[in-house]
């Protein structure tokens, strides 16, 4: 190992030890539950975070990286070396012997290696910092507590600062537009223009050097542009907020354009596309895609053959399209920030991202669901068990409490088909009920239905589950049903609501869908209003099984 290499290590370690002791008070159970087992089960000394930050901070100064290397070489010896295939049980298959296997990895040892050449960079994320611009307007609103900001450019900023997490802040960001706005021939290219930008780095730091300059940073951001908006997401401990803030400026503004690095994404993606062609649970799932979505273009499953024909330039050209105008970006911060820190990274980092006042709304993709009652079977795998999937789309209107409702009916479904299927009649592996409401393309009700059982009982139960949705639909539901899916709603609200990330992705798509980032307030309030008649109106507005119902029965293979 070289000693750059050491050095980050050491780095990386003190970082998370140092978040641990910041995070102690906040700890999941479930984590200090499994480390206290840990210790019982292996006789080891139970020790705090600041003890084993303490012994850390003792031991790096007297272990160099001779002893590393020393250590590294003990571990790997001819005495304790194991060899693992696996691969299909195939004639035309060859596998090696042992004795090609032990010969091949003698021929490795005795090749020259070149010494491996740690090449960092040694310059700032960014140089030359922007000039702060002025908030146009700041808000605060009352109730949630959340403040937002309009910057200077025409982006928006929502904070809310929480104290669920000592040493995190999370981030999004969303815009719409998406794969909406370009033809079908780009479709394939736009969704892997953030991957191709991403491992490519800014400017002069490419992918490597990038991780070698974050290194002991608690740092994390992506992009993605989705069929009709492009996000941001990402997260960062307070201590690292500027770093976090420069590295968003730059990918953003200064992308690398490195053909090795495309050339090496492009081959990652196409491998993993044709391993995944292997897999029958892959093939399943996207060929639903294409049966629910009509086979659209911006919604089906792309092909090896289409990441080979990705250009270069034109992923380029979309990524500088999609990210090249914050006017219409909103920005979502949640976490233990300084407030008029936070406030003067957005004035001088968001507030100076490109700016071109454009008034952007998803395209029309011209998405059709199929109509009428449709069964597909598909037979795939060699394992004697089938699944079959029922999905019921019906138009209807986009109301918040409707969407809560929404959930109140899943735990509901789920309940009652866990006592009918599954414990009446002894035949389902598994069996799930999911609903949602959702607006973008088109508001549209969804009821999913899913069996896992044995292949000669997918009739008699697929029936039984929809015989139970329409005992419920004619009202059989009980007080004391209705009651115990109130209660749970309410236990499941309160614990989400000491996690950052469950007022992080209500505030971003509440604003998505056109209501008041801190709709999030209101959700207690709905599931006390819960009532027999709200969820029975649902299901007979929107569970139209009887005219409209996909069903798409997955099978093995009979010539397996």
Known sequence: FTQGEFQRALSSLQTNLERRVLEKDKEGSNRLTW?????????????????????????????????????????????????????????????????????????????????????????????????????????????????????????????????????????????????????????????????????????????INLNKALAGKTLYLNADIGVFEENLRG??????AESFFQYLFQILTNPRNCSDSFASYLQKQITFEENSQLDPETVFWETVEVITNGNNPYLRPETATEIKQIDHKRALEIYMDRFGDFSDFTFFFVGNFEEQTLKRFSEVYLANLPSLKRKEKPGNIRLQYPQGQLTRTINLGKDEKSMVLGINIHKSKFKLQDQIAMGALEQLMSEKLRINIREARSGAYAVQFQADLKKVPDSKSLFYTMLYCAPDRHEELF??????????????????????????????????????????????????????????????????????KRLIKLLKKYMTHEEDLIRIIRLPRTDA
């Open 235 to 240: 997260s960062f401990a307070p201590r690292d």
């Open 463 to 532: 029936s039984a589950i929809y015989a139970t949705l329409d005992s419920v639909k004619a009202g059989n539901i009980t007080s004391s049903e209705l009651a115990s899916v109130k209660t749970t709603l309410q236990k499941n609200l309160e614990s989400q609501m000491i996690s950052n990330r469950f007022f992080l992705e209500q505030m971003r798509s509440n604003f998505a869908d056109g209501f008041p980032v801190d709709s999030y307030l209101k959700i207690k309030q709905q599931y006390e209003k819960l009532d027999r």
């Open 35 to 207: 480390s206290y087992l840990g210790k019982v089960l292996f006789d080891q000394p139970l020790i705090g975070e600041e003890q084993q930050l303490m012994l850390f901070n003792l031991a790096k100064e007297l272990i160099k990286v001779e002893d590393v290397d020393r250590a590294f070489s003990a571990l790997i010896t001819d005495e304790n070396f194991v060899f693992t295939l696996r691969g299909p049980n195939k004639p035309e298959i060859h596998y090696p012997a042992e004795e090609e296997v032990f010969a091949l990895r003698k021929g490795i040892q005795s090749q020259v290696i070149n010494p491996y050449v740690d090449e960092t960079l040694e310059q700032p994320l960014l140089t030359g910092i922007p000039n702060p611009r002025k908030i146009r307007k700041t808000q605060v609103l009352k109730k949630s507590g959340i403040t937002k900001w309009v910057l200077a450019n025409g982006a928006t900023v929502y904070a809310l600062k929480t104290t669920n997490k000592n040493d995190e802040i999370l981030f999004s960001a969303y815009s719409p537009g998406g794969l909406s706005l370009y033809p079908p021939e780009d479709v394939v290219t736009a969704r892997h223009a953030t991957g191709i930008v991403f491992e490519s780095g800014f400017g002069d730091f490419n992918r």
